[in-house]
Every structure is written in structure tokens, then in C-alpha cells.
């Protein structure tokens, strides 16, 4: 699932092509994708294109008068710019937008069509769809901490439950505890305040790192391969190869669709994580799903 690092390297190579530009015509190829008819998404054409923000790990686009149009990728949901009127492919294609100096595509490679797409009115109508995760690259410590200790979660589902954490996901929470040193199933409550501020400095070096790598990477162009395993990566992708610190046989632990990479020998004090004591104590910790957990709509109370 495109998260922080790869909805803003979206945003950063969008910004020129789209921002003030009119959205000339949507063709959608899907009609599983738009789930809001109010307004209707012929509303949204020939409107120009006033701003662009990332809303958790949704991208939105900012419309003239007062519109906008959320886009939720959700795991398998891709983006990229061909030339002005070019067709969505095959199977996989399931809208375009049209713009005078090219043409957004949205594609999806999974049977299971989870992508969404939704018109709003509104700063109301947008807040909606916020989770409400905190911004950790715009938080202190003191946020971070009374957001993290605000609910009774491992480590590994505080950080990727987006009512807690905006855009941080399966890939880069595992890079996050893995470079402050942490179990992932550690549980939220029995942190120390030195592990605290490991868990807060890493997480904001490594959103901010990979977001200046995949910008880097990208240059003018256009981001093709976004991709949750990367090389570069310390442990996520990386069953049983060597951690980049300390040699050991990076490990996983999987239950139902999520799993968690990490090395034993830096984060877990040597000790294998089972994968059976690891679903019990996940049993009620975790969705059964990744499209699950981000399909849960934002705690309101």
C-alpha cells in the first residue's frame, strides 16, 4: 500500500503537471470506484485544480469552487501520467483524468477492487474521510507520546492504525522499529521514555529519509514503480537475509494477511518471535486485513 514517502512523491511530480489546470473529463472504466454520487462527479469536470494534499494516505485534490476528489489507493491501487486522452488499460484500468497536459491514469492489480474514489463539498465534507492519524513529521514529542500511549496496542499496530498514525503503514513501520531498536509486539503501555524518543526520532528520520530518497529517484519524471519493498530497506522484504546492522537473518511473523519483519538480534534481544504466540496475542490487536483496518471508518467519539 502506497504510504507517507510515496502519496508525497505523488503529490511532489502531480504538482506541475495538474495544479491549475482544469480536469477536463473523468472516465471511469469501473463502476466500483466512485462511492459518493452527492455531488455528481460531472460537478468536478472543467473545474481547475486549486491545491493538492495528502488527507492520511488518501490524495486529494483541491477543485475550484469549494470541491474536492478523494482518492484512497488502498494496497494495490497505482497512478500514472500518459499522454492527453490515452485509454486505461485492460483489466487493470479503472479511471482517467484528463487534463490539457496529459492524462492521469488509475490502475488496480488485485481481483478485489478496494481503490475509492470520492466528490465532497467542503472542508466538512473532506473531514469526513480524515482518520485523524497524527502528522509525526509536524508533531513534538509530547503529541507523539500521548497519541501512542492513547489506546493499548503492540507497537506494530499502533504505528500503522490510522486513527493514531497518518500514513504510516506495513512497510515503513517495520523500517521504523527496526531503526529504533524495538519489538513490534511490544506493547504500547510498557514503553519507557527512552524507548519513546528512539520510536519518535525514528520514525521521523525514516519518513523524512525516504521521502527525499524516492524524490531523489524520481527527479522530473513521473513515480512508476511505487512498490512497498524497496531496495535499501533494513528489514521489510527482507526474510531471512542479513540485517544491515548486525548480519543476523532478518525474521517474519505473519498473521492472517499482515506480517512484521525484524531482526531478532537488534530488536528482540536475540529471542525468534513464534508465529503462533504471535496470533494469540494479535488475536483481537489486529484486523484480519490491511483493506480492514483502513477501511474502518474514523473514531468519532
Same mark, same amino acid.
Given at each position: 500500500?502506497?504510504?507517507?514517502?510515496?502519496?508525497?512523491?505523488?503529490?511532489?511530480? *502531480?504538482?506541475?503537471?495538474?495544479?491549475?489546470?482544469?480536469?477536463?473529463?473523468?472516465?471511469?472504466?469501473?463502476?466500483?470506484? *466512485?462511492?459518493?454520487?452527492?455531488?455528481? %462527479?460531472?460537478?468536478?469536470?472543467?473545474?481547475?485544480?486549486?491545491?493538492?494534499?495528502?488527507?492520511?494516505?488518501? #490524495?486529494?485534490?483541491? %477543485?475550484?469552487?469549494?470541491?474536492? *476528489?478523494?482518492?484512497?489507493?488502498?494496497?494495490?491501487?497505482?497512478?500514472?501520467?500518459?499522454?492527453?486522452?490515452?485509454?486505461?488499460?485492460?483489466?487493470?484500468?479503472?479511471?482517467?483524468?484528463?487534463?490539457?497536459?496529459?492524462?492521469? #491514469?488509475?490502475?488496480?492489480?488485485?481481483?478485489?477492487?478496494?481503490?475509492?474514489?470520492?466528490?465532497?463539498?467542503?472542508?466538512?465534507?473532506?473531514?469526513?474521510?480524515?482518520?485523524?492519524?497524527?502528522?509525526?513529521?509536524?508533531?513534538?514529542?509530547?503529541?507523539?507520546?500521548?497519541?501512542?500511549?492513547?489506546?493499548?496496542?503492540?507497537?506494530?499496530?499502533?504505528?500503522?492504525?490510522?486513527?493514531?498514525?497518518?500514513? #504510516?503503514?506495513?512497510?515503513?513501520?517495520?523500517?521504523? %522499529?527496526?531503526?529504533?531498536?524495538?519489538?513490534?509486539?511490544?506493547?504500547?503501555?510498557?514503553?519507557?521514555?527512552?524507548?519513546?524518543?528512539?520510536?519518535?526520532?525514528?520514525?521521523?528520520?525514516?519518513?523524512?529519509?525516504?521521502?527525499?530518497? *524516492?524524490?531523489?529517484?524520481?527527479?522530473?519524471?513521473?513515480? &512508476?514503480?511505487?512498490?512497498?519493498?524497496?531496495?535499501?530497506?533494513?528489514?521489510?522484504?527482507?526474510?531471512?537475509?542479513?540485517?544491515?546492522?548486525?548480519?543476523?537473518?532478518?525474521?517474519?511473523?505473519?498473521?492472517?494477511?499482515? &506480517?512484521?519483519?525484524?531482526?531478532?538480534?537488534?530488536?528482540?534481544?536475540?529471542?525468534?518471535?513464534?508465529?503462533?504466540?504471535?496470533?494469540?496475542?494479535?488475536?483481537?490487536?489486529?484486523?484480519?486485513?490491511?483493506?480492514?483496518?483502513? &477501511?474502518?471508518?474514523?473514531?468519532?467519539?
Amino acid at each position: 500500500m502506497p504510504e507517507l514517502p510515496d502519496i508525497e512523491n505523488y503529490l511532489r511530480a *502531480l504538482e506541475p503537471r495538474v495544479l491549475g489546470a482544469p480536469l477536463e473529463k473523468v472516465r471511469l472504466r469501473s463502476p466500483f470506484l *466512485l462511492r459518493s454520487v452527492t455531488p455528481p %462527479l460531472s460537478e468536478a469536470e472543467g473545474r481547475s485544480v486549486t491545491g493538492l494534499r495528502r488527507l492520511g494516505k488518501r #490524495i486529494v485534490f483541491a %477543485l475550484a469552487g469549494d470541491l474536492f *476528489l478523494v482518492l484512497h489507493l488502498m494496497i494495490a491501487g497505482r497512478l500514472r501520467w500518459r499522454k492527453r486522452g490515452a485509454k486505461p488499460p485492460g483489466r487493470m484500468g479503472l479511471a482517467a483524468f484528463d487534463f490539457p497536459g496529459g492524462t492521469l #491514469i488509475l490502475t488496480e492489480a488485485s481481483k478485489k477492487k478496494r481503490a475509492s474514489l470520492h466528490l465532497v463539498e467542503g472542508e466538512d465534507g473532506l473531514a469526513v474521510h480524515d482518520p485523524r492519524g497524527l502528522e509525526v513529521l509536524e508533531s513534538d514529542l509530547a503529541a507523539f507520546a500521548a497519541r501512542l500511549r492513547s489506546r493499548s496496542h503492540t507497537l506494530k499496530r499502533a504505528l500503522t492504525d490510522p486513527r493514531l498514525f497518518s500514513g #504510516i503503514g506495513n512497510a515503513y513501520s517495520d523500517e521504523i %522499529l527496526h531503526r529504533a531498536g524495538l519489538s513490534p509486539i511490544k506493547l504500547t503501555g510498557k514503553i519507557g521514555d527512552d524507548e519513546l524518543d528512539a520510536l519518535y526520532t525514528a520514525a521521523r528520520e525514516v519518513l523524512t529519509d525516504w521521502t527525499d530518497r *524516492l524524490a531523489a529517484e524520481t527527479g522530473d519524471g513521473f513515480p &512508476e514503480k511505487v512498490t512497498a519493498f524497496r531496495e535499501g530497506m533494513a528489514v521489510h522484504g527482507r526474510y531471512r537475509k542479513p540485517c544491515p546492522v548486525c548480519g543476523s537473518p532478518v525474521q517474519r511473523i505473519v498473521y492472517a494477511a499482515n &506480517e512484521a519483519n525484524y531482526c531478532a538480534g537488534c530488536q528482540t534481544g536475540g529471542r525468534i518471535l513464534a508465529d503462533r504466540a504471535l496470533s494469540r496475542l494479535l488475536k483481537d490487536d489486529w484486523p484480519r486485513t490491511l483493506e480492514e483496518l483502513e &477501511e474502518e471508518l474514523p473514531d468519532r467519539a
